[in-house]
């Protein structure tokens, strides 16, 4: 069997070669005592070395003990080594997860052993897989990785600054083309290029690709092509994920905003981006190597373990990036707001809104990722009227257990749960965590950026799939597509109860929740086994990405709320008012209580036994929402 038979064919021309190093070599720029001083074993990397590994780039880019360099107006440390040494990239070949998840793969497949790992390596070690390729010592498998130090590196320096701009953001699967001449791509024009040309042997070049979204391309949309548990090829493929193009089917190309612009936000401090030269101007503005997704519960997980998983950033850089990511999570991901949308005689409808503010979906990358819905109304007392997604001590949404959780439009239920997530499927049409089995979508309700539309060329890789699809409140407003958005609408019994109710809502989020786990927990490999220790211990936490409430909102379902306005009359005197008094006349009903909102709906106060007049809290228009034994009506009032 060929080993591509997996994953398909890897073009052989992925690596575009340009040019040589000229046979003069650099221009000296140090002394020898100077060279001395600056105590390197690095001079230069040997010409043979396609990709330098991050150690060759730490001496100028990362920490400046003399504080000039890499520190922003503030005298903050932004260096770029510290910074990129405790992300997910640095550390995407020590990755136990991803080790496991391997090793699981060519413990149900061995037989695609070799096909599974040439794949895998190419996004989780790049430079040590197109090394040995160009070297002619294809295939390269982790047990090669291992002992590279090119390859341990992960997704270093060398990876995206020497990816070329032939085919950018037109290839994906690991298929990746370089410069494989002894340069560099940076996003300053001029640069200073004698340190680098003479400590490290590369010239730094400038080139504008370097910030173009398609550098991220070949690693975040993944294609691969399904077998039937017997090893035998389905004959068709499977999008795993497809984050770059979920970013293609949105607004933010068009407004300028790349993969870059939101994983490396910019400061417009200026930096100087090279220690040791004190001559040096600073560049703006100057991209942060902060490189955070939302995977807080791993960054967390190789903190810990980074002596066992062989990681060499202090957990003070940890602590960094998890804060970065953290703040990504809450402050740029989604906007939550709820309202009242209905009330009757023995109901109360909550509508939720959820916006996505990412540039690709929500959640997005590996499958496993989710996001749930917990909501909540209690009464005054503080005792739960109604629960939708509780979390279980196993850290498994109620109602999960129950197969696929469908998306919803309206929950009225506690056993339902509203679950953004991709639910791949195998060749029966079952539920699989095993990406080799995945032949199919049940679900893929997870949330679409702003502008996302079904017209795209690439939906056929970012497709809606599931009940979402007949939802007109998801990525829909008053039927057009491209919000963005859903609405969730959560309808409460209260026949019976009168008195103030609050309604919280919160949005979560897991990276590796017990469904997607629980399959590879039943197998057992030493890859498996060391990560199974590792997660055991860790903290499974769901992460809250925001929340929103309504709160102390008085419901009577004692009397029909639909016979109002009709047979009740309701005097307010005087309206307006210049005092901010006016008194309340009602006839045809008895007056029990009496709430005041803004004019935006915001509800001000509550008076469950209103005097008369009634006193309004400051100047303004004011909706008054008066209660009675025989319904509800809502009057205006103006206070100047």
Same mark, same amino acid.
């Given at each position: 069997?060929?080993?591509?038979?997996?994953?398909?064919?890897?073009?052989?021309?992925?690596?575009?070669?340009?040019?040589?190093?000229?046979?003069?070599?650099?221009?000296?720029?140090?002394?020898?005592?100077?060279?001395?001083?600056?105590?390197?074993?690095?001079?230069?990397?040997?010409?043979?070395?396609?990709?330098?590994?991050?150690?060759?780039?730490?001496?100028?880019?990362?920490?400046?003990?003399?504080?000039?360099?890499?520190?922003?107006?503030?005298?903050?440390?932004?260096?770029?080594?510290?910074?990129?040494?405790?992300?997910?990239?640095?550390?995407?070949?020590?990755?136990?997860?991803? +080790?496991?998840?391997?090793?699981?793969?060519?413990?149900?497949?061995?037989?695609?052993?070799?096909?599974?790992?040439?794949?895998?390596?190419?996004?989780?070690?790049?430079?040590?897989?197109?090394?040995?390729?160009?070297?002619?010592?294809?295939?390269?498998?982790?047990?090669?990785?291992?002992?590279?130090?090119?390859?341990?590196?992960?997704?270093?320096?060398?990876?995206?600054?020497?990816?070329?701009?032939?085919?950018?953001?037109?290839?994906?699967?690991?298929?990746?083309?370089?410069?494989?001449?002894?340069?560099?791509?940076?996003?300053?024009?001029?640069?200073?290029?004698?340190?680098?040309? @003479?400590?490290?042997?590369?010239?730094?070049?400038?080139?504008?690709?370097?910030?173009?979204?398609?550098?991220?391309?070949?690693?975040?949309?993944?294609?691969?092509?399904? !077998?039937?548990?017997?090893?035998?090829?389905?004959?068709?493929?499977?999008?795993?994920?497809?984050?770059?193009?979920?970013?293609?089917?949105?607004?933010?190309?068009?407004?300028?905003?790349?993969?870059?612009?939101?994983?490396?936000?910019?400061?417009?401090?200026? /930096?100087?981006?090279?220690?040791?030269?004190?001559?040096?101007?600073?560049?703006?503005?100057?991209?942060?190597?902060?490189?955070?997704?939302?995977?807080?519960?791993?960054?967390?997980?190789?903190?810990?373990?980074?002596?066992?998983?062989?990681?060499?950033?202090?957990?003070?850089?940890?602590?960094?990036?998890?804060?970065?990511?953290?703040?990504?999570?809450?402050?740029?991901?989604?906007?939550?707001?709820?309202?009242?949308?209905?009330?009757?005689?023995?109901?109360?409808?909550?509508?939720?809104?959820?916006?996505?503010?990412?540039?690709?979906?929500?959640?997005?990358?590996?499958?496993?990722? +989710?996001?749930?819905?917990?909501?909540?109304?209690?009464?005054?007392?503080?005792?739960t009227l109604f629960q939708s997604g509780r979390l279980r001590p196993d850290f498994?949404?109620?109602?999960?257990?129950?197969?696929?959780?469908?998306?919803?439009?309206?929950?009225? +239920?506690?056993?339902?749960?509203?679950?953004? @997530?991709?639910?791949?499927?195998?060749?029966?049409?079952?539920?699989?965590?095993?990406?080799?089995?995945?032949?199919?979508?049940?679900?893929?309700?997870?949330?679409?950026?702003?502008?996302?539309?079904?017209?795209?060329?690439?939906?056929?890789?970012?497709?809606?799939?599931?009940?979402?699809?007949?939802?007109?409140?998801?990525?829909?407003?008053?039927?057009?597509?491209?919000?963005?958005?859903?609405?969730?609408?959560? +309808?409460?019994?209260? @026949?019976?109860?009168?008195?103030?109710?609050?309604?919280?809502?919160?949005?979560?989020?897991?990276?590796?929740?017990?469904?997607w786990m629980a399959e590879l927990f039943d197998a057992s490999t030493p890859e498996?086994?060391? !990560?199974?220790?590792?997660?055991?211990?860790?903290?499974?936490?769901?992460?809250m990405v925001g929340s929103t409430a309504v709160e102390d909102y008085f419901v009577?379902?004692?009397?029909?709320?639909?016979?109002?306005?009709?047979?009740?009359?309701?005097?307010?005197?005087?309206?307006?008012?210049?005092?901010?008094?006016?008194?309340?006349?009602?006839?045809?009903?008895?007056?029990?209580? /009496?709430? /005041? !909102?803004?004019?935006?709906?915001?509800?001000?106060?509550?008076?469950?036994?209103?005097?008369?007049?009634?006193?309004?809290?400051?100047?303004?228009?004011?909706?008054?929402?008066?209660?009675?034994?025989?319904?509800?009506?809502?009057?205006?009032?103006?206070?100047?």
């Amino acid at each position: 069997m060929s080993k591509h038979l997996f994953f398909g064919a890897l073009i052989l021309g992925t690596i575009y070669i340009a040019g040589s190093w000229p046979e003069s070599g650099p221009k000296r720029f140090h002394t020898k005592e100077e060279i001395a001083a600056f105590n390197t074993n690095l001079l230069p990397i040997d010409s043979t070395v396609i990709f330098p590994t991050s150690a060759a780039c730490k001496g100028c880019h990362g920490l400046d003990p003399n504080g000039y360099a890499m520190i922003d107006l503030a005298g903050n440390d932004v260096n770029i080594y510290d910074d990129w040494r405790a992300t997910m990239m640095a550390n995407s070949a020590k990755d136990p997860f991803w +080790r496991a998840k391997v090793s699981h793969e060519i413990l149900l497949y061995p037989q695609h052993s070799t096909a599974i790992q040439s794949k895998c390596v190419t996004c989780h070690a790049p430079n040590g897989h197109y090394t040995a390729f160009l070297r002619g010592l294809d295939p390269y498998l982790i047990e090669d990785m291992l002992q590279d130090s090119i390859g341990i590196d992960g997704v270093t320096c060398s990876t995206c600054h020497k990816i070329s701009d032939q085919n950018l953001g037109t290839t994906f699967s690991g298929e990746i083309y370089f410069d494989t001449t002894r340069v560099v791509f940076g996003p300053y024009p001029g640069p200073f290029g004698a340190p680098m040309e @003479e400590f490290v042997g590369f010239k730094p070049l400038y080139r504008d690709h370097i910030n173009d979204a398609g550098i991220c391309a070949p690693c975040h949309t993944l294609v691969t092509h399904p !077998f039937d548990y017997e090893g035998n090829s389905l004959g068709t493929s499977y999008v795993e994920q497809a984050t770059y193009h979920e970013w293609l089917n949105s607004s933010y190309p068009e407004l300028g905003v790349s993969c870059q612009g939101c994983h490396m936000p910019r400061i417009d401090d200026p /930096v100087i981006i090279s220690a040791n030269y004190l001559f040096l101007d600073p560049r703006t503005p100057y991209g942060l190597h902060e490189l955070v997704g939302a995977n807080t519960m791993m960054l967390k997980l190789m903190k810990e373990h980074r002596q066992t998983l062989g990681i060499d950033a202090d957990a003070e850089h940890f602590d960094a990036t998890i804060a970065s990511t953290m703040s990504m999570l809450q402050e740029k991901t989604l906007q939550i707001s709820m309202e009242v949308e209905e009330e009757t005689a023995d109901s109360i409808t909550f509508a939720l809104k959820l916006v996505n503010k990412a540039g690709h979906k929500f959640p997005s990358g590996y499958p496993s990722r +989710r996001a749930f819905v917990a909501f909540t109304v209690v009464n005054e007392a503080g005792d739960t009227l109604f629960q939708s997604g509780r979390l279980r001590p196993d850290f498994e949404v109620e109602g999960q257990e129950n197969g696929v959780e469908p998306h919803y439009q309206l929950i009225n +239920r506690p056993d339902q749960a509203q679950i953004y @997530e991709i639910v791949p499927a195998d060749v029966n049409g079952q539920f699989t965590s095993i990406l080799e089995r995945a032949y199919s979508t049940i679900k893929d309700n997870r949330l679409p950026p702003e502008g996302f539309s079904a017209s795209h060329p690439v939906y056929d890789t970012t497709r809606i799939e599931g009940l979402a699809l007949d939802d007109p409140d998801f990525n829909r407003k008053n039927g057009v597509e491209g919000n963005g958005a859903d609405v969730v609408h959560y +309808r409460i019994g209260i @026949e019976g109860y009168q008195g103030n109710i609050s309604a919280y809502a919160a949005v979560y989020y897991q990276s590796l929740p017990p469904r997607w786990m629980a399959e590879l927990f039943d197998a057992s490999t030493p890859e498996i086994e060391t !990560f199974r220790a590792m997660f055991n211990s860790a903290d499974k936490s769901p992460v809250m990405v925001g929340s929103t409430a309504v709160e102390d909102y008085f419901v009577d379902g004692t009397v029909d709320v639909r016979d109002n306005a009709a047979n009740i009359r309701v005097n307010i005197t005087p309206n307006p008012t210049s005092n901010g008094i006016c008194s309340i006349d009602v006839q045809g009903a008895q007056l029990r209580a /009496v709430t /005041v !909102f803004s004019a935006d709906g915001r509800r001000l106060a509550h008076h469950p036994s209103p005097s008369n007049p009634l006193r309004l809290p400051g100047k303004g228009v004011f909706l008054l929402q008066i209660d009675t034994n025989r319904g509800k009506v809502v009057r205006k009032v103006v206070a100047y």
